[in-house]
């Protein structure tokens, strides 16, 4: 297993493959050792894909022997959350009645990384359907934390992240629908963007015009989000959102170059009630005093107002409702009580409910526009503690500094949930450590559509400090 191959960023990996220095093949055998090593400890993968990957990898080192044109992740392993389609890829959703779905077609977002040479390695878990924040299921059991055996991954995007930041890959494709991108990168301490509605086309999508997810990176570093923006981003006809939207350079955005002078960042620790560990408000503050540091000026914001679960919870489990009903009743027995209970709770959200959250929807992207008229940024803290415990029950009780809270949504991630429903991007960024060792993440918000200048103040963030040093054991 060649450590030194797994742990660089795809954009260190880029530059050696364009240059001969390393092989796609090499590359590739060192991941797969290291994914086959570290799955039965984290339990990332419900499949690795080692012998279709070895193929790939042998094809692409042809191109580059060749001099053939190479394209921007030419060689570079990518895992794909087991959402996404894959094409002749087994896809379960994380779900017992799927677990021998093979898709006939990629996603988009799958479709363009291809093309661009990344070679696929295997679907990461995911609980069923992305339906929460912990990354379990009966399809597969528990993944675990690439920090620590006893927490959780957090989730839904949870083997996203525990394979990136164990080292196993350097990208992953991921999905975000309240959070589930940001909520395992803050866990596990890596980038994870939900980029701006309609940024990278959603192909799976039913609702295309309410829509509320997406298929976003998960990378190591804010370079290689960049690069996964820039091969991933543009428009496509199955994405009402995603037409006539330009493409920036992504990928000149996030050198660190330059300063944050002249930029306003509107800060807020958590809405009001909502309490955050000593942990977290420590490395929130040491965060604003970097970004200050920096040369941005900081203002507070009142998160009055902004406590916005239950506006979410209408929306987002009406539309697994009408979408999983019927599978619910054809395969009780095969499906979780958590899911199960989501889709119940949906029978008490009547279509007037349903489209006053929809109003409410409206009214809190203007007030998050408001407050983008008045500074550049956002700033709040990921997550209001760190990984929970690895069998922390969905509708369990969660504990901040001792104290317990009765529910786990509201009191972990308030401020993830507001973001997928305005549409503006928003990443996870690795900002410290707690007391028991585990990744703290930061929270920045970005103008809608401004997703390249919300990777370039991250990258100057990145850069500012020195958390990437650190590495789970």
């Not at 059991?141 to 890959?169: F, L, P």
């Not at 050198?255 to 944050?260: F, I, M, S, T, V």
């Not at 707690?434 to 990145?462: H, N, T």
């Amino acid at each position: 297993m060649n450590g030194d191959l797994c742990l660089l960023s795809a954009v260190d990996l880029r530059d050696l493959i364009v240059r001969k220095q390393a092989s796609p093949v090499e590359i590739t055998r060192a991941v797969l050792a290291r994914a086959e090593a570290l799955q039965p400890k984290l339990n990332c993968f419900i499949t690795l894909c080692a012998d279709e990957a070895l193929v790939q990898a042998r094809e692409a080192e042809r191109k580059v022997m060749a001099g053939e044109p190479l394209g921007l992740l030419h060689g570079i392993p990518v895992t794909i959350k087991d959402i996404v389609n894959t094409k002749g890829v087994k896809t379960t959703f994380g779900a017992v009645p799927y677990k021998d779905n093979v898709p006939e077609e990629d996603a988009v977002a799958v479709a363009r990384l291809r093309a661009h040479g990344a070679i696929l390695i295997g679907k990461t878990t995911t609980p069923e359907f992305g339906s929460k924040c912990l990354t379990d299921s009966p399809l597969f059991g528990r993944t675990r934390n690439a920090w620590s055996a006893e927490r959780s991954s957090g989730g839904s995007s949870g083997g996203a992240a525990v394979a990136v930041a164990s080292g196993i890959a350097p990208l992953a494709i991921a999905t975000d629908g309240g959070g589930s991108t940001r909520i395992p990168a803050a866990c596990n301490g890596v980038v994870g963007l939900k980029q701006s509605n309609g940024v990278i086309p959603h192909s799976q999508v039913q609702d295309a015009f309410g829509n509320q997810t997406y298929v976003t990176p998960t990378t190591r570093t804010v370079a290689d989000t960049a690069l996964m923006m820039q091969a991933m981003a543009g428009e496509d006809p199955c994405d009402p959102w995603s037409i006539g939207i330009p493409v920036p350079d992504f990928m000149d955005t996030p050198a660190p170059r330059g300063d944050l002078r002249g930029q306003k960042i509107m800060y807020c620790l958590s809405p009001p009630g909502r309490p955050v560990s000593a942990d977290v408000a420590s490395a929130f503050k040491a965060s604003l005093d970097r970004l200050a540091g920096l040369g941005a000026e900081l203002e507070e914001f009142s998160g009055e107002g902004f406590d916005i679960e239950p506006i979410w919870r209408a929306i987002n489990h009406t539309v697994w409702r009408t979408r999983f009903s019927k599978l619910a009743a054809d395969h009780k027995d095969e499906l979780s009580e958590a899911f199960l209970k989501q889709l119940a709770l949906a029978t008490k959200v009547s279509g007037v409910d349903y489209q006053e959250a929809m109003f409410a929807r409206t009214a809190l992207f203007r007030r998050v526009q408001s407050l983008l008229t008045r500074g550049h940024l956002l700033a709040m803290p990921t997550l209001t503690r760190t990984a929970l415990p690895i069998d922390q029950d969905l509708f369990g009780t969660i504990e901040i500094d001792g104290r317990s809270f009765d529910s786990v949504r509201p009191h972990w991630f308030p401020w993830t949930m507001l973001f997928n429903m305005t549409g503006h991007p928003a990443i996870s960024l690795p900002c410290g450590f707690g007391r028991d060792g585990l990744p703290i993440g930061l929270q920045l918000v970005g103008r809608f559509r401004g997703d390249a200048e919300l990777l370039r103040v991250s990258a100057l963030f990145e850069a500012s400090h020195d958390v990437l040093s650190r590495r789970p054991g």
